[in-house]
């Protein structure tokens, strides 16, 4: 199979012709038809992941959406034919998405949306992931609470309003002015990032803060003086060194999010399938869509689609296509 394989930190795509992978038991063998590209894969790339264990010479690319062609002993949740979608390598030295074929953890996937093309499938399963694991699995958000995302209209961000809006919950968004339309078009309140927290806490809460607050960008200085008495703060990027006093005062919880623990330790597997599942549901329902650049790359543009995603110039997220449509 043709592949793209980086052999070093910060080195150029290069193609190979690779053996063609078998589905063990368990798995199956998926024709990848998209790979999406975050951010993660971007720093992976750099060298600039040690958490993500992912060895260069190696194949990047964490998402995936194809058709399977082989099924692996044991597995009777799919079949031949079957068109699915899934984070299912990219990290701890499994083979990523930017190849012709996979051989992938059937625990991993689900069946894709049947109203999705391949390119918006595979744009999902990771930022769907993180967002249902911080609002969902760890929240169980619900009616009659209030969200607030920060980093709205990024990748994680922009899904985890929808989810939340979907499971009946009121939902604010902060990101740039510009965000603001977009922000509107999925059901969510903008807010201006350069507010001041007491400023919007004020606005639109009565000064009593929000129910849960989401951060996707680092920002857990804001979201911890965001949050609610007794409310529940959730981040996918908690990097840095902060006071837990603001927190504390308000007797509020937090929790972290690290989507890649059930590749990287084998645990867990399941659960990235079930999310999945559930997102089909809400994607076929119409309460789900991913916001998606308007660009398009190939397999040999994807030097082009990582630049994008690497210097922030994304607009919605950027996936490679293997298989043109």
């Known amino acids: 199979m043709k592949a793209l394989v980086v052999d070093a930190a910060n080195g150029p795509f290069r193609f190979s012709e690779l053996e063609q992978p078998a589905a063990s038991a368990g798995e199956v063998l998926v024709k990848i038809h998209a790979s999406g590209v975050n951010p993660l894969d971007t720093k992976i790339r750099a060298g600039a992941a040690a958490h993500a264990r992912h060895p260069l010479p190696g194949i990047l690319g964490i998402d995936l959406a194809g058709v399977i062609v082989a099924v692996g002993e044991g597995v009777e949740t799919f079949r031949v ?16 998405s930017l190849a012709e074929y996979a051989a992938v953890d059937a625990r991993l996937i689900a069946s894709k949306p049947g109203n ?49 809006k979907a499971r009946g919950a009121t939902t604010f968004g902060v990101d740039r002015p510009g965000a603001a339309d977009y922000l509107h078009s999925i059901g969510a309140t ?31 200085d804001d979201a911890f003086q965001a949050v609610r008495r007794f409310g529940h703060v959730t981040s996918s990027l908690g990097w840095s060194t902060h006071s837990l006093a603001p927190l504390s005062f308000r007797a509020a919880s937090y929790s972290g999010v690290f989507t890649l623990l059930p590749l990287l330790t084998g645990e867990g597997r399941e659960a990235h399938g079930q999310i999945l599942a559930e997102a089909t549901r809400l994607v076929e329902a119409g309460q789900l869509v991913p916001r998606m650049d308007e660009r398009h790359f190939s397999l040999e543009e994807a030097e082009d689609a990582h630049a994008v995603v690497r210097d922030g110039r994304a607009n919605g997220k950027v996936v490679v296509e293997v298989v043109k449509a």
């Not at 034919?81 to 990523?96: F, K, L, P």
């Not at 249902?132 to 961000?157: F, H, K, P, S, Y």
């Open 190 to 220: 903008p807010v201006d990032r350069a507010s001041a927290v007491a400023a919007y806490v004020a606005e639109f809460t009565g000064g009593k803060g929000f129910d849960v607050v989401y951060d996707c960008v680092g920002a857990l």
């Open 81 to 96: 034919g079957d068109e699915v979608y899934g984070m299912t390598g990219g990290v701890a030295g499994v083979q990523g």
């Open 116 to 164: 999705l093309s391949m390119r918006e499938a595979a744009a999902l399963p990771l930022v769907v992931i993180t967002a249902w694991e911080g609002l969902v699995d760890r929240v169980n958000v619900g009616a009659g609470q209030t969200v607030l995302v920060i980093g709205a209209a990024g990748g994680v961000g922009h899904i985890a309003l929808q989810i939340a």
